[in-house]
């Protein structure tokens, strides 16, 4: 049984799902739809091999068909420490649990590490699309860096059964022309064995945290990674969902423009996700937010409210790992599906 959105938004309900974005109008943006890949993939530089496999990703799960995508990321053990994102259920150092979770909530695809997949690919490649991380930012180095270093090859991906790729950027980081380098290479061969990418595509700066505010979520800032993100050829860009705007002003570096102030958007949540939409080629490329860390008795509605801003502002789709995994498997597999509600809900539409 599907979940009544407005009941679970409570008194945010009118807020979040009367909005209209006036700024960037939705008939100014591709829009995500089962048409998707005909509509818009057929007609870029993508080989047949990544229509298909992208195509898989789209089918499968409780949203096959929508032209959303539900994932389930689990790279935390590395990007967060394996204490800090298991312990609360310490069922899921096992790998197979993790892959037993995205099965059973049904999602588009799996998202993981070389390790992981290394011990579960062959029992669940044919059920689950699978996507392998290839960089990493690990914590042990003292004292850390925040660096994406390379931890698997794309070979080892196709190897593996994977139907896709993906990496992390961090932008604005010392090490971001790098990173650059090395992911647009890895995005490239990923294309020609034919697996589609998906980019990370975060920012990290202690600069970019000041007392006033934290910018790493601002959507001026992130809409720019965004941008440089679907540069290198992402077939999906994962960004974390914008909570403030005005990162290049407050910060006083980089180029912009008053008129995205002033005119293309607000400080409703709706129209800030929109402004990431838009940085993806005017949605042509796919955004998916990222579910954040997990509060705890909160999250059930935070990932509600999080589907709705980013369909609304005209997203693909939700990459939620932690509020799924740091709980048992029947509550994480209900967060994961109330998500999927909210996208396969006619009654909720793009603003």
Known sequence: MRINVREVLGDEADYLLGHECKAVERDQLTLPGPDYIDRVLLDSDRPVAVLRNIQHLFDHGGLGGSGYLSILPVDQGIEHSAAASFAKNPAYFDPMRLAELAVAAECSGFATTLGVLGMIARRYAHKIPLILKLNHNELLTYPNRGDQVPFASVRQAFDLGAVGVGATIYFGSEQSDRQLQEVSTMFAEAHRLGLFTILWCYLRNPAFKTPEADYHLAADLSGQANHIGVTIEADIIKQKMPENNGGYTALKFGRT???????????????????????????????????????????????????????????????????????????????????????????????
């Not at 102030?261 to 709706?270: A, F, G, S």
């Not at 996700?273 to 705890?296: K, M």
């Not at 994961?336 to 396969?344: E, F, K, P, S, T």
């Open 257 to 351: 423009d008053p008129l995205v102030y002033e005119q293309l958007t607000t400080d409703h949540p709706v129209d800030l996700t929109r402004w990431q939409v838009v940085n993806c080629y005017a949605g042509r490329i796919g955004l998916i937010n990222s579910g954040g860390e997990s509060s705890g008795a909160g999250d059930f509605v935070q990932a509600v409210r999080t589907a709705v801003i980013n369909k609304r502002a005209g997203g693909m789709g939700l990459i939620v790992g932690r509020k799924a995994f740091q709980r048992p498997l029947e509550e994480g597999v209900e967060i994961i599906r109330a998500i999927q509600d909210v996208y396969l809900d006619a009654s909720v539409t793009v603003a």
